[in-house]
């Protein structure tokens, strides 16, 4: 069974940085799409980033294109999410997913994953 823990988050203001970090165990994987997501309360989990099990491709949302990255280290069994620039409006409970079948056009999509991690919170004030 998949287990995701998630780590990193904290509370920043505007401008500041946060590196959110989540640690994969149970599976190899090196064959998991991996992804961010976010929630407020009262809204839908949101797809933030993806990350391909091979070659390591990404894609984000339009509205943190330019200030997050999403990596991930296979020999650590790790997924990162550099968040720069951080806005009030990126104020949210961040989940990392997981899923061994993936289409790409579903990677942004919160029905596909399978395997959550708890969700740490992010909180910038202005």
């Known amino acids: 069974q998949v287990q995701l823990q998630e780590s990193g988050g904290g509370m920043v203001q505007s401008g500041d940085s946060l590196r959110l970090s989540c640690v994969f165990s149970?599976?190899?994987?090196?064959?998991?799409?991996m992804a961010w997501f976010r929630q407020t309360p009262g809204k839908e989990r949101e797809f933030v980033a993806g990350?391909?099990?091979?070659?390591?491709?990404?894609y984000y949302t339009d509205s943190v294109k330019g200030r997050f990255t999403i990596s991930r280290d296979n020999a650590e069994n790790s997924v990162y999410l550099q968040m720069n620039s951080l806005k009030p409006e990126d104020t949210a409970v961040y989940y990392c997913?997981?899923?061994?079948?993936?289409?790409?056009?579903?990677?942004?999509?919160?029905?596909?994953?399978?395997?959550w991690g708890q969700g740490t919170q992010v909180t910038v004030s202005s």
């Open positions: 997913a997981a899923d061994r079948q993936i289409i790409l056009s579903s990677i942004g999509s919160k029905t596909a994953y399978d395997y």
């Open positions: 990350i391909r099990s091979r070659g390591g491709h990404t």
């Open positions: 149970g599976r190899n994987f090196r064959d998991y799409t």
